[in-house]
């Protein structure tokens, strides 16, 4: 992306789009109060997101039992419901589900590959599917602080040893195949990459024909084999994504809030929710609304709109200058301006 003098004015910028994951598959009722869980509890928590500011609702559907679905036929009942009730909210499937079998015909029918790729078949279908591109590993406890998941199931080492192993399978047959399919069922494949090595893996793709379309992608910083938390490794990303990219920027837990406050500043867009943290950024518990309320007051405090300063000493003073010289005055300026 091309950073020119003026890009980063808010008036310069695209609109902030704010992407809500309000589902949290891997936790479990008892972990948070935020968690819905029947049906019209699951409608109605997107219905809140889009009045908070929320457009882009990432999409997991629980049975009654709290567990994440594997039914093909709840995504489709979410998603026909989901479109009534936030008709102008963009439709993200999570796609890490794996469908299983509800009947023996169908069990007789679908590879093991087939299960995922059954992603291509939601009726009606979702505006996109998350895409991974390359095999790698997916340790979120890696970046796990003390206090995270106190409280929570994660608190159990059992389930800290399974994160910690976790893979997120995507080899080259597969992928292409998967994102082959999603295009013929008009579905937008929403990238989420790792690292920039997997970016030049997208744009080879696209260079050899195996995907023609916008680039809608993820910077996935959740360490443990994704993205870390370094400044510089952002930017780098940042810079290599090609200008007609449309880029949001998604983290896990408190560190949400300082990268998503960097991405606002640069112009892009940011993931919240309680799929990537139930704290708020001094430990607080947070709901996936006020996350989205956050972003959008964030957005409002970056830019300082509403305010302007009483002269030129104060200006120099807020933005962090050295002051103007005094008449007759050598050396560097050094003197504190006593702002109102």
């Known amino acids: 992306?091309?950073?020119?003098?003026?890009?980063?004015?808010?008036?310069?910028?695209?609109?902030?789009?704010?992407?809500?994951?309000?589902?949290?598959?891997?936790?479990?009722?008892?972990?948070?109060?935020?968690?819905?869980?029947?049906?019209?509890?699951?409608?109605?928590?997107?219905?809140?997101?889009?009045n908070a500011g929320a457009t882009v609702l990432h999409v997991h559907v629980r049975e009654l039992d709290g567990k994440g679905s594997k039914r093909l036929s709840m995504f489709n009942e979410m998603l026909a419901r989901l479109r009534e009730a936030v008709p102008k909210m963009v439709l993200q499937v999570g796609g890490s589900i794996s469908f299983a079998p509800e009947d023996e015909g169908q069990a007789a029918k679908w590879l093991s590959d087939d299960t995922r790729h059954m992603l291509a078949e939601l009726n009606p279908i979702p505006d996109q599917v998350t895409v991974a591109v390359n095999t790698s590993q997916m340790n979120i406890m890696e970046l796990m602080m003390d206090g995270d998941a106190n409280g929570t199931s994660l608190d159990n080492p059992l389930l800290q040893a399974a994160y910690q192993d976790m893979i997120v399978p995507s080899n080259p047959s597969w992928h292409k195949e998967h994102i082959r399919r999603l295009v013929a069922a008009g579905i937008q494949p929403h990238f989420m990459l790792a690292h920039i090595h997997q970016l030049e893996t997208v744009e080879r793709l696209i260079r050899t024909g195996h995907y023609s379309g916008p680039l809608i992608l993820n910077y996935v910083a959740i360490g443990g084999g994704a993205a870390g938390l370094n400044p510089a490794d952002m930017l780098e990303f940042v810079r290599r994504v090609p200008d007609g990219a449309v880029l949001t920027i998604e983290a896990l837990n408190r560190h949400i809030y300082p990268m998503t406050a960097m991405a606002i500043a640069l112009g892009l867009h940011v993931r919240c929710g309680i799929e990537d943290t139930l704290n708020g950024p001094h430990r607080g518990r947070m709901t996936s609304v006020q996350q989205v309320e956050h972003m959008v007051q964030q957005a409002r405090l970056l830019y300082q709109i509403g305010q302007f300063y009483k002269d030129t000493d104060e200006t120099l003073a807020r933005l962090g200058y050295a002051p103007n010289r005094r008449p007759g005055e050598r050396g560097t300026p050094m003197r504190n301006v006593q702002t109102a």
């Open 1 to 50: 992306m091309h950073f020119l003098d003026d890009s980063l004015l808010p008036e310069n910028q695209q609109k902030l789009v704010i992407q809500v994951a309000p589902y949290g598959p891997q936790w479990i009722p008892s972990d948070s109060n935020d968690i819905p869980v029947t049906m019209d509890e699951q409608i109605q928590k997107a219905v809140d997101c889009y």
